[in-house]
């Protein structure tokens, strides 16, 4: 596919590093040289300096040919102009990155009026992530399928949890449960798990299973189910918006602290249930005099990684049962994990494995289209959800006759309002939807799981 990206920043150089590894024909467009520099010596595109909503530019970087033009720069109005003006000038899809909540609550209206194949918004996806960890204190990771029908949760293994040293067959045996223990790293080695595997204290193992079934296994390992009352955020932003209302929602009081005046103004308007407090989130006697760490949860969100790191570890210290920081810089990412603070969001990373989903879905539009992809372990690792149509090779087949791809595994299925944890004898039916690990094979279709 030949795909123009407009925008190199965070977002468009993590996108681009994703799809320049699936052959694609990528072309990277921005108007500052010094960000198109690292994508033109680290990755194979082609880098074009300009404005992306210029006619000429999008013509130089021949937009009347392209599949997809993803618009991701910095401002919004900048995105939408460049999505309506590619499509004029012949591009078949257009994907704009809408960040503000106004903007974003006609996203509808957009792909209506304006032709809109795509809208994305990190903030509230972040947001969206963040509150299924928060309904889960156990976890470091909750991602969803099927529109909340299958869920994929990742924790570590721990001594009490009376999973370790024993092979999943035989603990399986003793405990029976409807999920599956889908992936694992352990020092640094990524396992796709069989029924031999042993778990050992320590590891980052990831379960999948409908919601129901999921709240079992984990009262089996006796996790605390004590649910998540009242968190803290440290930063007024976007995804904090995004997050009041999710947790509003969810009937979870939320404690924000913010520096800036405006900000808390703007926040109290749009989170009446909220306590906005205005003050500086790093100062000791305002987190003491306020409780901050004396919430069930604390999530960091402002706009420095390095006052995200420093007060998750600070929240941590304190004994904060759940700890979750937002974090873009890759580094960052790796020490907060080294530091023992697992529940990192990355908005950026989000955003590109949603888009990837997306280019896989218009590349393979004849065949089993990928409607879900979730990075895991670095990208080591993916979670793929494909729904099955006729095009697929081995309907009606059982699993166990089939010749699978090494390093991948079919983890769970999901057959009307039915979740299905397969075994050698399941079928794959035509309108299934199918959910896939693999190590990082690029799955575009169904079929690509054979060898």
Same mark, same amino acid.
């Given at each position: ?261 405006? =900000?808390? #103004?703007? *926040?109290?308007?749009? +989170?009446?249930? $909220?306590? @906005?407090?205005?003050?500086?989130? &790093? ?116 699993? =166990?006759? #089939?010749? *699978?791809?090494?390093? +991948?595994?079919? $983890?769970? @299925?999901?057959?009307?309002?039915? &979740? ?32």
């Amino acid at each position: 596919m030949k795909i123009i990206i407009i925008g190199n920043g965070k977002v468009g150089y993590t996108l681009a590093k994703q799809l320049s590894g699936e052959f694609h024909d990528l072309v990277l467009v921005d108007q500052r040289a010094e960000a198109l520099e690292e994508a033109d010596n680290s990755l194979d595109v082609l880098c074009i300096e300009g404005n992306g909503a210029s006619i000429s530019v999008l013509l130089e970087a021949g937009i009347r040919k392209a599949d997809l033009a993803i618009a991701v720069t910095g401002y919004d109005e900048v995105n939408i102009m460049c999505c309506l003006i590619a499509k004029k000038l012949g591009a078949k899809h257009t994907v704009a990155r809408i960040r503000n909540p106004e903007y974003f609550s006609e996203a509808a209206l957009l792909k209506k009026e304006i032709g809109l194949d795509m809208v994305i918004n990190p903030e509230y996806a972040a947001a969206q992530e963040i509150g299924r960890i928060l309904r889960v204190p156990s976890a470091f990771s909750v991602e969803s399928f099927a529109r909340g029908r299958v869920e994929m949760i990742g924790f570590y293994v721990k001594e009490s949890d009376g999973l370790a040293d024993i092979s999943l067959n035989d603990y399986n045996k003793k405990n029976p449960n409807g999920v599956l223990l889908c992936a694992a790293i352990r020092k640094g080695e990524i396992f796709v798990p069989n029924g031999g595997f042993i778990p050992q204290v320590g590891d980052k193992v990831y379960v999948i299973g409908s919601q129901e079934e999921l709240d079992k296994f984990f009262r089996l390992l006796h996790r605390p189910a004590n649910p998540i009352r009242h968190v803290s955020v440290l930063g007024g932003s976007r995804i904090a918006t995004y997050l009041g209302w999710e947790l509003d929602r969810m009937g979870i009081k939320m404690k924000v602290v913010e520096i800036n005046r405006e =900000k808390c #103004l703007l *926040l109290t308007e749009k +989170l009446p249930s $909220a306590l @906005i407090i205005c003050g500086d989130g &790093t100062n000791s006697s305002l987190l003491e005099g306020e409780g901050i760490f004396e919430a069930d949860a604390f999530v960091s969100l402002t706009n420095r990684d390095e006052e995200n790191l420093l007060m998750a570890l600070s929240a941590q210290r304190a004994g904060v049962k759940a700890v979750i920081a937002k974090m873009s810089r890759p580094n960052y990412i790796d020490l907060m994990r080294e530091a023992g603070v697992d529940s990192v969001i990355s908005p950026k990373d989000i955003t590109a494995s949603q888009i990837t989903a997306y280019v896989r879905s218009l590349a393979n539009s004849e065949g089993s289209a990928v409607e879900h992809l979730y990075k895991l372990l670095g990208g080591a690792m993916e979670a793929v959800m494909f729904t099955v149509t006729t095009a697929t090779r081995f309907l009606n087949t059982p699993l =166990k006759n #089939l010749n *699978l791809k090494d390093g +991948l595994l079919v $983890a769970a @299925i999901v057959r009307d309002t039915k &979740t299905i944890i397969p075994d050698g004898n399941t079928e794959i039916l035509n309108g299934d939807k199918v959910i896939v690990m693999a190590k990082s094979l690029f799955l575009q279709d169904l079929n690509d799981i054979l060898q």
